[in-house]
């Protein structure tokens, strides 16, 4: 079994920043993609931003330029630098992960963890 445990939320002002990590554990062989998505209430889940294995990225229209999604492989970690976040950037942010195990790959969340961006 894989746990991700997610940290850095918080409360902060329109233009301020976040940083927001995922640390993998458990019986890990490799870490396929990894990412981040997030759910306002009353909306569904959505992509924020996702990295490779090897460093490729893609993020969502509303984040780009804004959001810098990375990893460190050795701590089989993901991070969410957020600049200039805005009031609609309020949502719990999940990390997602594609671990290879024993047993194959499998799809892993973490609890979320409550962003809100208000003055």
């Known amino acids: 079994q894989v746990q991700l445990v997610e940290s850095g939320g918080g409360l902060v002002q329109p233009g301020g920043s976040l940083r927001l990590s995922c640390a993998a554990s458990?019986?890990?062989?490799?870490?396929?993609?990894m990412g981040w998505y997030r759910q306002a209430p009353g909306k569904q889940r959505e992509l924020v931003a996702r990295?490779?294995?090897?460093?490729?990225?893609r993020y969502a229209d509303s984040v780009k330029g804004r959001f810098t999604i990375s990893r460190d492989n050795a701590k089989n970690t993901v991070y969410l630098q957020m600049n200039d976040l805005k009031p609609e950037d309020t949502a719990v942010y999940y990390c997602?992960?594609?671990?290879?195990?024993?047993?194959?790959?499998?799809?892993?969340w973490g609890q979320g963890t409550q962003v809100t961006v208000s003055s």
């Open positions: 990295i490779t294995s090897g460093g490729s990225t």
């Open positions: 997602n992960a594609l671990v290879r195990e024993v047993d194959g790959k499998n799809d892993y």
């Open positions: 458990g019986r890990i062989f490799s870490i396929d993609g």
